[in-house]
Protein backbone atom coordinates (compact mmCIF):
# COMPACT_ATOMS: atom_id res chain seq x y z
CA UNK A 1 0.00 0.00 0.00
CA UNK A 2 1.45 3.22 -1.53
CA UNK A 3 2.39 5.81 1.35
CA UNK A 4 2.36 9.93 1.10
CA UNK A 5 6.22 9.23 0.96
CA UNK A 6 5.28 7.61 -2.13
CA UNK A 7 3.83 9.61 -3.88
CA UNK A 8 6.84 12.57 -3.60
CA UNK A 9 9.51 13.34 -5.73
CA UNK A 10 12.76 14.96 -4.83
CA UNK A 11 12.15 17.82 -7.49
CA UNK A 12 12.71 21.13 -5.85
CA UNK A 13 9.71 23.46 -6.08
CA UNK A 14 9.53 25.96 -8.76
CA UNK A 15 6.22 27.50 -7.16
CA UNK A 16 6.68 31.18 -5.40
CA UNK A 17 6.16 30.87 -1.60
CA UNK A 18 2.77 30.51 -0.97
CA UNK A 19 1.18 29.64 -3.68
CA UNK A 20 -2.14 27.90 -3.62
CA UNK A 21 -0.80 25.04 -5.86
CA UNK A 22 1.00 23.89 -2.88
CA UNK A 23 -1.83 22.93 -1.08
CA UNK A 24 -3.55 21.55 -4.36
CA UNK A 25 -0.44 19.11 -4.64
CA UNK A 26 -0.60 18.02 -1.12
CA UNK A 27 -4.30 17.13 -1.18
CA UNK A 28 -3.85 15.21 -4.28
CA UNK A 29 -0.92 13.35 -2.53
CA UNK A 30 -3.55 13.07 0.11
CA UNK A 31 -6.38 11.93 -2.10
CA UNK A 32 -4.21 9.39 -3.76
CA UNK A 33 -3.01 7.22 -0.41
CA UNK A 34 -6.92 7.43 0.06
CA UNK A 35 -7.94 5.70 -2.55
CA UNK A 36 -5.12 3.04 -2.27
CA UNK A 37 -3.58 4.10 -5.66
CA UNK A 38 -0.02 3.23 -6.58
CA UNK A 39 2.46 5.06 -8.37
CA UNK A 40 3.13 2.43 -11.06
CA UNK A 41 -0.58 2.91 -12.46
CA UNK A 42 -1.65 6.73 -11.94
CA UNK A 43 -1.00 9.28 -14.86
CA UNK A 44 -0.86 13.14 -14.58
CA UNK A 45 -1.41 14.86 -17.96
CA UNK A 46 -0.69 18.74 -17.21
CA UNK A 47 -1.42 21.80 -18.73
CA UNK A 48 1.11 24.14 -19.43
CA UNK A 49 1.55 27.08 -16.69
CA UNK A 50 2.46 27.38 -13.24
CA UNK A 51 -0.20 24.77 -12.43
CA UNK A 52 0.99 22.56 -14.77
CA UNK A 53 4.58 21.89 -12.80
CA UNK A 54 2.57 19.91 -10.76
CA UNK A 55 2.63 16.92 -12.10
CA UNK A 56 6.98 17.01 -11.25
CA UNK A 57 6.13 17.11 -7.57
CA UNK A 58 4.29 13.29 -8.14
CA UNK A 59 5.93 10.58 -8.30
CA UNK A 60 3.70 8.59 -11.16
CA UNK A 61 3.44 8.77 -14.95
CA UNK A 62 3.35 12.55 -16.15
CA UNK A 63 3.20 14.41 -19.44
CA UNK A 64 3.37 17.97 -19.89
CA UNK A 65 0.96 18.51 -22.76
CA UNK A 66 0.91 21.65 -24.60
CA UNK A 67 -1.15 24.44 -23.18
CA UNK A 68 -5.25 23.93 -23.51
CA UNK A 69 -4.59 20.49 -24.75
CA UNK A 70 -4.76 18.31 -21.04
CA UNK A 71 -8.23 17.09 -21.70
CA UNK A 72 -8.00 15.16 -24.84
CA UNK A 73 -4.60 13.93 -23.83
CA UNK A 74 -5.99 12.46 -20.87
CA UNK A 75 -9.17 10.97 -22.30
CA UNK A 76 -6.47 8.89 -24.58
CA UNK A 77 -4.14 7.72 -21.82
CA UNK A 78 -7.58 6.31 -20.08
CA UNK A 79 -9.20 4.98 -22.92
CA UNK A 80 -5.67 2.98 -24.06
CA UNK A 81 -5.41 1.41 -20.58
CA UNK A 82 -8.19 1.65 -18.27
CA UNK A 83 -5.92 0.35 -15.59
CA UNK A 84 -4.47 3.48 -14.87
CA UNK A 85 -5.98 6.17 -12.88
CA UNK A 86 -5.49 8.96 -14.90
CA UNK A 87 -5.82 12.75 -13.35
CA UNK A 88 -5.76 16.04 -15.40
CA UNK A 89 -4.33 18.98 -13.88
CA UNK A 90 -4.19 22.81 -15.06
CA UNK A 91 -5.01 26.62 -14.75
CA UNK A 92 -7.80 28.85 -15.22
CA UNK A 93 -6.60 29.66 -18.61
CA UNK A 94 -5.72 26.11 -19.80
CA UNK A 95 -9.11 25.31 -18.73
CA UNK A 96 -11.17 27.87 -19.98
CA UNK A 97 -9.81 30.05 -22.61
CA UNK A 98 -7.75 27.65 -24.62
CA UNK A 99 -8.66 24.86 -24.10
CA UNK A 100 -12.51 25.44 -23.39
CA UNK A 101 -13.94 23.55 -26.44
CA UNK A 102 -11.86 20.20 -25.19
CA UNK A 103 -14.04 20.78 -21.94
CA UNK A 104 -16.89 21.68 -23.03
CA UNK A 105 -16.63 18.10 -24.83
CA UNK A 106 -15.40 16.41 -21.82
CA UNK A 107 -18.03 17.24 -19.75
CA UNK A 108 -20.61 15.36 -21.94
CA UNK A 109 -18.53 12.25 -23.40
CA UNK A 110 -17.97 11.15 -19.71
CA UNK A 111 -14.78 9.26 -19.48
CA UNK A 112 -13.57 8.43 -16.17
CA UNK A 113 -10.73 11.23 -15.48
CA UNK A 114 -10.41 13.35 -12.87
CA UNK A 115 -9.87 16.95 -13.45
CA UNK A 116 -8.10 19.59 -11.52
CA UNK A 117 -8.19 22.91 -12.41
CA UNK A 118 -6.33 25.26 -10.23
CA UNK A 119 -8.63 28.85 -10.09
CA UNK A 120 -6.66 31.40 -9.49
CA UNK A 121 -8.55 34.08 -11.85
CA UNK A 122 -4.93 34.57 -13.51
CA UNK A 123 -2.28 34.09 -15.85
CA UNK A 124 0.26 33.08 -13.58
CA UNK A 125 3.08 31.88 -15.45
CA UNK A 126 3.23 34.37 -18.36
CA UNK A 127 3.57 37.05 -15.48
CA UNK A 128 -0.15 38.11 -14.61
CA UNK A 129 -2.67 39.00 -17.50
CA UNK A 130 -6.67 38.70 -17.23
CA UNK A 131 -7.86 35.23 -17.33
CA UNK A 132 -11.35 34.09 -18.19
CA UNK A 133 -12.36 33.71 -14.39
CA UNK A 134 -11.03 36.83 -13.70
CA UNK A 135 -13.72 39.29 -12.30
CA UNK A 136 -14.89 42.13 -14.50
CA UNK A 137 -12.97 45.48 -13.60
CA UNK A 138 -9.92 43.01 -13.06
CA UNK A 139 -6.43 44.87 -13.63
CA UNK A 140 -3.71 43.92 -14.70
CA UNK A 141 -1.34 44.66 -17.85
CA UNK A 142 -3.27 43.61 -20.48
CA UNK A 143 -6.34 45.20 -19.13
CA UNK A 144 -4.83 48.27 -17.35
CA UNK A 145 -8.24 50.75 -17.01
CA UNK A 146 -9.83 46.94 -15.75
CA UNK A 147 -11.33 43.97 -17.44
CA UNK A 148 -14.85 44.48 -19.76
CA UNK A 149 -15.59 40.81 -20.17
CA UNK A 150 -17.85 39.34 -17.92
CA UNK A 151 -16.22 36.52 -16.39
CA UNK A 152 -16.14 32.22 -17.12
CA UNK A 153 -19.04 30.60 -14.79
CA UNK A 154 -16.94 26.89 -15.04
CA UNK A 155 -19.21 25.29 -12.22
CA UNK A 156 -22.06 26.81 -13.47
CA UNK A 157 -21.39 25.67 -17.11
CA UNK A 158 -20.29 22.37 -16.58
CA UNK A 159 -23.21 21.53 -14.42
CA UNK A 160 -25.89 22.39 -17.61
CA UNK A 161 -23.54 20.86 -19.93
CA UNK A 162 -24.03 17.35 -18.34
CA UNK A 163 -21.05 17.43 -16.16
CA UNK A 164 -21.76 13.99 -13.88
CA UNK A 165 -19.49 15.40 -10.95
CA UNK A 166 -18.33 18.88 -9.68
CA UNK A 167 -17.46 20.16 -6.98
CA UNK A 168 -15.08 23.20 -5.65
CA UNK A 169 -12.33 23.31 -3.40
CA UNK A 170 -10.18 25.83 -1.83
CA UNK A 171 -6.75 25.30 -1.36
CA UNK A 172 -6.44 26.02 2.35
CA UNK A 173 -9.01 23.86 3.34
CA UNK A 174 -7.23 20.49 3.26
CA UNK A 175 -9.13 17.85 4.73
CA UNK A 176 -12.69 19.02 2.36
CA UNK A 177 -9.77 19.35 -0.77
CA UNK A 178 -8.55 15.89 -0.15
CA UNK A 179 -12.01 14.15 0.51
CA UNK A 180 -13.94 16.14 -2.70
CA UNK A 181 -10.37 14.98 -4.84
CA UNK A 182 -10.74 11.51 -3.71
CA UNK A 183 -14.60 11.29 -4.28
CA UNK A 184 -13.58 12.65 -7.86
CA UNK A 185 -11.11 9.83 -8.43
CA UNK A 186 -14.04 7.31 -7.18
CA UNK A 187 -16.50 8.18 -9.45
CA UNK A 188 -17.25 6.33 -12.40
CA UNK A 189 -17.18 9.43 -14.82
CA UNK A 190 -16.05 12.37 -15.68
CA UNK A 191 -15.01 14.64 -12.37
CA UNK A 192 -14.42 18.35 -12.48
CA UNK A 193 -13.02 19.42 -9.01
CA UNK A 194 -12.22 23.43 -9.59
CA UNK A 195 -9.91 24.61 -6.80
CA UNK A 196 -9.37 27.93 -5.75
CA UNK A 197 -6.23 28.38 -5.68
CA UNK A 198 -4.56 31.88 -4.67
CA UNK A 199 -1.70 33.52 -6.97
CA UNK A 200 0.06 35.54 -4.24
CA UNK A 201 2.58 37.01 -7.19
CA UNK A 202 0.10 38.54 -9.91
CA UNK A 203 -3.16 38.67 -8.31
CA UNK A 204 -3.88 41.00 -5.03
CA UNK A 205 -7.18 41.11 -5.10
CA UNK A 206 -8.88 37.76 -5.11
CA UNK A 207 -6.05 36.88 -1.78
CA UNK A 208 -6.70 33.83 0.64
CA UNK A 209 -7.84 36.66 2.95
CA UNK A 210 -10.80 37.22 0.37
CA UNK A 211 -11.94 34.36 -0.09
CA UNK A 212 -11.77 33.37 3.73
CA UNK A 213 -14.50 36.12 3.90
CA UNK A 214 -16.68 35.18 0.88
CA UNK A 215 -16.44 31.55 0.27
CA UNK A 216 -19.20 29.52 1.89
CA UNK A 217 -19.26 25.89 2.21
CA UNK A 218 -22.44 24.01 1.07
CA UNK A 219 -21.69 21.52 3.27
CA UNK A 220 -22.47 23.90 6.44
CA UNK A 221 -25.97 23.78 4.64
CA UNK A 222 -27.90 20.09 5.30
CA UNK A 223 -30.61 21.59 3.06
CA UNK A 224 -28.30 21.52 0.05
CA UNK A 225 -29.12 18.68 -2.60
CA UNK A 226 -26.11 17.74 -4.42
CA UNK A 227 -28.17 15.52 -6.84
CA UNK A 228 -30.10 18.14 -8.35
CA UNK A 229 -28.95 19.97 -11.18
CA UNK A 230 -31.88 22.42 -11.12
CA UNK A 231 -30.90 23.36 -7.25
CA UNK A 232 -26.67 23.52 -7.89
CA UNK A 233 -27.78 25.89 -10.83
CA UNK A 234 -29.63 28.19 -8.56
CA UNK A 235 -27.21 28.21 -5.73
CA UNK A 236 -24.46 28.60 -7.72
CA UNK A 237 -26.62 31.71 -9.72
CA UNK A 238 -27.19 33.26 -6.54
CA UNK A 239 -23.48 32.58 -4.67
CA UNK A 240 -21.40 33.82 -7.75
CA UNK A 241 -20.04 30.10 -7.50
CA UNK A 242 -18.11 31.46 -4.36
CA UNK A 243 -19.22 27.71 -3.15
CA UNK A 244 -16.79 25.32 -1.69
CA UNK A 245 -18.45 21.58 -1.48
CA UNK A 246 -19.81 18.67 -3.33
CA UNK A 247 -22.19 21.01 -5.83
CA UNK A 248 -23.07 18.02 -8.30
CA UNK A 249 -23.23 14.60 -8.50
CA UNK A 250 -25.33 12.11 -10.44
CA UNK A 251 -25.71 8.06 -11.36
CA UNK A 252 -23.19 7.56 -14.16
CA UNK A 253 -21.51 4.72 -16.53
CA UNK A 254 -18.24 5.71 -18.06
CA UNK A 255 -18.05 6.31 -21.50
CA UNK A 256 -15.70 3.87 -22.17
CA UNK A 257 -18.07 1.30 -20.59
CA UNK A 258 -20.37 2.42 -22.95
CA UNK A 259 -18.63 1.61 -26.16
CA UNK A 260 -20.14 -1.22 -28.34
CA UNK A 261 -17.17 -3.68 -28.97
CA UNK A 262 -14.49 -1.84 -26.79
CA UNK A 263 -12.15 -4.25 -25.09
CA UNK A 264 -11.65 -3.30 -21.05
CA UNK A 265 -8.01 -4.75 -21.64
CA UNK A 266 -5.44 -2.37 -21.64
CA UNK A 267 -4.68 -2.10 -25.68
CA UNK A 268 -0.70 -3.12 -24.93
CA UNK A 269 -2.33 -6.31 -23.78
CA UNK A 270 -4.42 -7.77 -26.57
CA UNK A 271 -3.62 -9.41 -29.00
CA UNK A 272 -3.07 -7.85 -32.30
CA UNK A 273 -1.67 -10.77 -34.82
CA UNK A 274 -4.15 -11.09 -37.56
CA UNK A 275 -4.04 -14.18 -39.79
CA UNK A 276 -3.02 -13.40 -43.41
CA UNK A 277 -6.40 -14.71 -44.77
CA UNK A 278 -8.31 -12.26 -42.88
CA UNK A 279 -5.09 -9.51 -43.82
CA UNK A 280 -5.70 -9.90 -47.04
CA UNK A 281 -9.79 -9.71 -46.69
CA UNK A 282 -9.29 -6.08 -45.47
CA UNK A 283 -6.66 -4.90 -48.04
CA UNK A 284 -8.87 -6.36 -50.89
CA UNK A 285 -11.51 -3.85 -49.46
CA UNK A 286 -9.32 -0.77 -49.93
CA UNK A 287 -8.98 -1.93 -53.94
C1 LIG B 1 -0.44 27.46 -27.53
C2 LIG B 1 0.06 28.39 -26.45
N1 LIG B 1 -0.54 29.60 -26.29
C3 LIG B 1 -0.13 30.44 -25.32
C4 LIG B 1 0.90 30.06 -24.50
C5 LIG B 1 1.37 31.04 -23.42
N2 LIG B 1 0.90 30.65 -22.11
C6 LIG B 1 1.60 29.81 -21.33
S1 LIG B 1 0.89 29.52 -19.85
C7 LIG B 1 -0.40 30.55 -20.26
C8 LIG B 1 -1.55 30.82 -19.29
C9 LIG B 1 -1.23 30.48 -17.89
O1 LIG B 1 -2.34 30.67 -17.05
P1 LIG B 1 -3.12 29.46 -16.43
O2 LIG B 1 -3.44 28.42 -17.43
O3 LIG B 1 -4.29 30.02 -15.69
O4 LIG B 1 -2.07 28.80 -15.43
P2 LIG B 1 -1.27 29.40 -14.19
O5 LIG B 1 0.08 29.78 -14.72
O6 LIG B 1 -2.02 30.58 -13.65
O7 LIG B 1 -1.20 28.26 -13.25
C10 LIG B 1 -0.26 31.09 -21.54
C11 LIG B 1 -1.21 32.02 -22.17
C12 LIG B 1 1.49 28.79 -24.68
N3 LIG B 1 2.47 28.33 -23.89
N4 LIG B 1 1.05 27.99 -25.67
S1 LIG C 1 3.14 33.30 -10.21
FE1 LIG C 1 1.30 32.91 -9.00
S2 LIG C 1 0.50 30.94 -9.75
FE2 LIG C 1 2.66 31.13 -10.41
S3 LIG C 1 3.88 30.10 -8.81
FE3 LIG C 1 3.80 32.29 -8.31
S4 LIG C 1 2.03 32.49 -6.92
FE4 LIG C 1 1.82 30.52 -7.97
Not at 87 to 94: K, Q, R, T
Not at 99 to 108: C, E, N, V
Not at 186 to 191: A, D, I, K, M, N
Amino acid sequence: MATLQDFKTAEKSWWCPGCGDFGVLAAMQKALVAVGAEPSTTAIVAGIGCSGKLGNYINSYNIHVTHGRTLPAAMGMKLANRDLLVLAAGGDGDAYAIGMGHFMHALRRNVNVTYIVMDNHVYGLTKGQTSPTSESGFKTKTTPKGSIDRRVHPLMLAVSAGATFVAQGFSSWQPQLARLIQQGIEHPGFSLINVISPCVTYNKVNTYDWYKKTLTNLEDDPSYNPHSRTEALARLDATDELVCGLVYQEESVPYEDQVPGFREEPLIHQNWNVDPNTWNQILANFD
